[in-house]
């Protein structure tokens, strides 16, 4: 008999430490030799958490990684002979044990004496004779305001990545003049880029010690800016004071200065150099950004880099762009990227395995009652792509005008809005489903041609297979699987009858009986 395990971390409010408190769904204590030893959860939870998590990368054009919350439920009216007449709390900041009395009403205390909403909690599952070492960890989220009833208490629960719907800017223009900007610029959010940006619209801040000044980086460190251009002609990049048709960068702060002011100017950008580096590659990036957000503290993002590919992010003054969306933006720029926090914590930047791709951890069999039986998810692909198109280096703002001195790769450079990468044709596909196989057109923030050509046949191999996505309910909670897990499972449906491979791409955490949903892709 597996038991539900809460560690729920609390603000006490007459101390300003953090508390942690202890609740399961029924009866357990930890044992002596357990870190904390003989600590009683208190049993309160009447329903456990509700909160599906899944990334829609695979196959999918756009995907991104989404979270469905829900409530822990938790009794307010003890049975006395059920909870004991104390808790055992730890106070985190103080790095010590308390005895908290209870009153016939337990979780009175959290919703009287402690802020709750905000704070960290951790649900793990473990069997009743069990030590807590052995515990498999669920999920990690934060709880939000709880809503009491007379007899009953539900805390609405997030996953962390929810915090992640933030908007990246948050410096502003103080509109003083130089480089904080004119009036008009006065509370606008400062402009950020990353990685190599191949052709973007400098941020104008006006006539400074005679010199147009210029911004791409809101003030902060670029490797450098290799042109600078004059409707779609090139300047020419000095170190002194600049003339016509010359510029000079400052790389500590990204500010440009030209000697006359382009009627359309544009420029490339090695981005945010910050702490001396200049980050470029899709895991590094999605890295730097999620651990200045303070969201998270770790990141594993290896796998992605392991084939590195330099992107092209752009954020001009007064953008909105959530980390949340710069993270699906980046990691959707490859075949099977995806993004998530894991159950340690850890912000993970990976490409989601094929199902035939490697051994299975696990395997699920209809036949033996371990599984409710796939069902096909309504999210799957109905025809493959007979060619797939990577457009790649976006100019936000191509126009038609130029100069005749512009060579004619500046020319195309300045005037589309994208360049495009195409695979080759499947024969197969096309022989196979005729006029009705697509060609498929993928938008990424890939910066160079070399890495788009290098991903287009990827694209082109996982939008040909017309990957089916099916969801099913497991009896034994799924513990110990989370996205990215290869699972087999053996159902009484076609192609499954002698068991056959797929990989999970969303979970719930805990539902009902102790089971979880998966949500899996062939």
Known sequence: ???????????????????????????????????????????????????????????????????????????????????????????????????????????????????????????????????????????????????????????????????????????????TGGTEGPETLKGTTKERCWGFVPIMTPQYLGIVGGLHLWSVNGGHPIEGVPTFWDRAYPLIQVTGSPGAGQYRVDTATGMIWTGTKPPTARCAVQGDKAGGIWRRYIGEVCSQLATSSGVVTSTDVAAMDATPRTISLHLPAGDTTTYASAFDRLTNSVARGYWDIDNTGTFVVSRLPTPAGGPSVRTYRYSAGETDGLRPSEDSRALPAKQTIVRFAQHVGANEDTVEEASADDVVLWTKEWRDAPSAEDPAIAAAYGTAAKVATVDTALALRSDAEAEAPLWQEELAAARQSYETFVHDGAPGISIGSRLTFEDNIAGFEAGASVVVHGRSIREAGGGAQLFVVR
């Open 1 to 175: 008999m597996r038991v539900l395990l809460i560690d729920q971390y609390a603000y006490h409010r007459a101390t300003g430490h953090i508390h942690r408190w202890h609740f399961s769904d029924r009866g357990y204590q930890t044992w002596g030799s357990d870190t904390p030893p003989r600590v009683s959860y208190l049993p309160l939870i009447k329903e456990s958490v509700d909160v599906r998590v899944s990334v829609t990368a695979w196959g999918q054009i756009g995907g991104k990684t989404e979270v469905e919350i829900g409530d822990v439920v938790a009794v307010n009216v003890a049975d006395v002979r059920s909870v004991p007449l104390f808790a055992s709390v730890y106070d985190v900041t103080a790095d010590e044990w308390l005895r908290v009395p209870l009153s016939a009403r337990p979780f009175n205390v959290l919703l009287i004496d402690y802020v709750i909403a905000g704070q960290p909690l951790l649900v793990r599952e473990v069997e009743h004779d069990a030590p807590l070492s052995s515990a498999v960890t669920l999920w990690r989220g934060k709880a939000e305001v709880p809503k009491p009833q007379r007899t009953e208490i539900a805390i609405p629960i997030r996953d962390a990545v929810l915090d992640f719907d933030t908007p990246i800017l948050t410096e502003r223009y103080a509109g």
